[in-house]
């Protein structure tokens, strides 16, 4: 709107209001920290193997030698997935003979776990995987939960910017929060992983809508230099503390259904903010609901100690300021010249790549060394300074440099796990945490860039473009991290070497720090390899449009 932001000037950028919406907002974003990784303990996946029942015809030490060694990284450790045909030692074990001495264990037949699994209670008492046994010919299911979620996420983001135009922001906000929390409550009562799954892919869609809405209505409501603080650090800082509050909860509570109440509770106490926080101003008056909007103003100036002018709004005058409808970007004008189409391309890269390295280390955290909820928590922490240090390079260095620096140490220290002996188990961690914190500033850091690189018709297509392939990468993630079955140090060779590419990529982008945003494509910097000239083939004309409000979908 164009006199908007005149007409309430007035109300200050840091009064009472303006501090208990950003606080306010943020705090709702909290549940979203421990339900998008809360598959990490709900899915894990403890040490088992094959049962052998009680009422088997076996001596003791037939039964201890009934399952089959296999080497797991540098030691022999008991078989997951086989164990050696009972009937066959029964008969040795009925006959005296003794294993190992007598009989020769490995020319014995195996066979799969045909009476079920026992596992370890040392880490989880009961997980999705131990409740419907999805391990060795089902060990498939575990990734595909996670990936189902992150589909949820990828659908979630589509349709909640078009729901909060259609029906408000406030509205939006809270039904995307019920969605999450009931359906989060409904999955306790799971008779089956694929009703868990289906349940899960609804929360994953609640999840992220209630994510983007509360962004939009904080950066509709709040003043230009608080938008910022509230965009970088607000929402961010806020998650990461709903993902540190994740292993606290599964420490104390080991079982799954009782996790996730635990984990549904929260979003009860949402239920009080509907009479807290109000519908976007913005919003409603372009929906031609101004004396809505001005209500809401006046409130908010009530609560600020303020007084307000008598008119805020020109009717009339708002209505004529309306901008004419504009011709509306396609995707392909993403790619309508060799220098924007390499843009894209590179900016989908790094999405991708980033995303995976993101979740990767995220959804890992289990496999590392040490105690798995201390590793949890490590990871959350490590994404605070990660943030904190993001907006600092935001706010002082280029972006290229700051990008591709990032990326660099993350990839980097990642690829170097491999290097580590092992009884420095503790390096290792450090390590990962080291990577996840370049990853995660990084990551950060690529929203502002994004917006920065693409003029102002197609600057809402290109970061819908570019956050879906990050979530992409969020959905085979999980597998990159499944490939730890057959190599401890696979996921971690994968994720540092394509970090580290991207990294490289990056430095070819050209550099948008201290640069106007474009506003045509003429006005586009180039891509490195382009500065020398350029030939260019348009796909369609297009017209000049009015700036749009960037979100990230």
Not at 57 to 62: K, M, R, T, Y
Not at 78 to 92: E, K, W
């Amino acid at each position: 709107m164009r006199d908007y932001d005149a007409a309430t000037a007035f109300l200050g950028e840091w009064g009472r209001f303006q501090r208990l919406v950003f606080f306010l907002l943020s705090a709702s974003i909290i549940p979203n920290g421990f339900n998008g990784m809360s598959v990490v303990f709900l899915a894990g996946t403890p040490e088992h193997r094959c049962v052998v029942p009680r009422g088997t015809n076996l001596s003791d030490e037939w039964r201890n030698a009934s399952i089959p060694l296999e080497l797991r990284g540098e030691q022999q450790e008991p078989s997951r997935c086989r164990r050696y045909g009972l009937a066959a030692l029964a008969n040795f074990s009925a006959l005296g003979l003794r294993p190992g001495s007598d009989v020769e264990l490995e020319t014995l037949e195996q066979e799969p776990c045909l009476d079920g699994w026992e596992y370890s209670r040392d880490v989880y008492h009961s997980t999705i995987i131990t409740e419907w046994n999805l391990v060795c010919e089902d060990d498939w299911k575990a990734p595909l939960t996670t990936s189902l979620f992150f589909v949820g996420v990828l659908i979630g983001s589509f349709i909640s910017g078009q729901l909060s135009d259609r029906f408000g922001r406030k509205n939006i906000l809270f039904l995307t929060m019920a969605v999450q929390t009931g359906f989060s409550f409904l999955q306790i009562f799971s008779t089956s992983w694929e009703m868990f799954t289906v349940l899960f892919l609804i929360v994953g869609m609640g999840q992220i809508s209630n994510y983007v809405v509360a962004f939009i209505l904080g950066t509709e409501i709040l003043g230009k230099s608080v938008r910022i603080l509230f965009s970088t650090l607000g929402v961010c800082i806020f998650f990461a503390i709903g993902y540190m509050l994740l292993p606290l909860f599964a420490y104390f509570i080991r079982d799954w259904r009782m996790l996730l109440l635990a984990l549904t509770v929260p979003g009860l106490f949402c239920i009080p903010l509907w009479w807290i926080i109000p519908e976007s101003p913005r919003w409603l008056i372009s929906q031609g609901r101004y004396k809505e909007a001005e209500a809401i103003i006046r409130k908010a100036a009530k609560i600020n100690g303020i007084p307000a002018p008598a008119e805020l709004f020109d009717t009339e005058e708002m209505q004529d300021s309306k901008p004419q409808q504009q011709q509306k970007a396609i995707l392909l004008d993403l790619f309508r010249t060799r220098n924007i189409a390499t843009i894209t391309i590179m900016s989908l890269l790094l999405w991708f790549f980033t995303s995976v390295g993101y979740f990767g280390l995220s959804l890992s955290t289990p496999d590392w060394h040490g105690n798995a909820y201390v590793n949890c928590f490590l990871s959350a922490v490590i994404e605070v300074p990660a943030y904190v240090i993001a907006w600092l390079l935001l706010r002082s260095l280029p972006r290229r440099y700051s990008l591709s620096g990032t990326f660099f140490l993350g990839g980097s220290v990642v690829l170097f796990i491999q290097l580590v002996p092992a009884e420095l188990n503790v390096l290792s961690v450090g390590l990962v945490m080291l990577g996840k914190f370049g990853i995660t500033a990084a990551f950060s850091m690529l929203y502002v860039y994004n917006v920065e690189l693409y003029p102002t018709q197609v600057r809402n297509m290109a970061v819908g473009a570019t956050s879906t392939a990050s979530r992409l990468g969020s959905i085979i993630a999980p597998y990159f991290v499944y490939l730890g079955a057959y190599d401890r140090f696979l996921p971690y060779i994968l994720m540092g070497s394509l970090t580290v590419l991207i990294g490289i990529l990056t430095l070819f982008l050209p550099e948008s720090y201290g640069n106007p945003l474009p506003e045509s494509f003429e006005q586009m910097m180039k891509v490195k390899c382009f500065r020398n000239g350029e030939q260019t083939t348009s796909i369609r004309s297009s017209k000049e449009s009015p700036k749009s409000l960037i979100t990230p979908l």
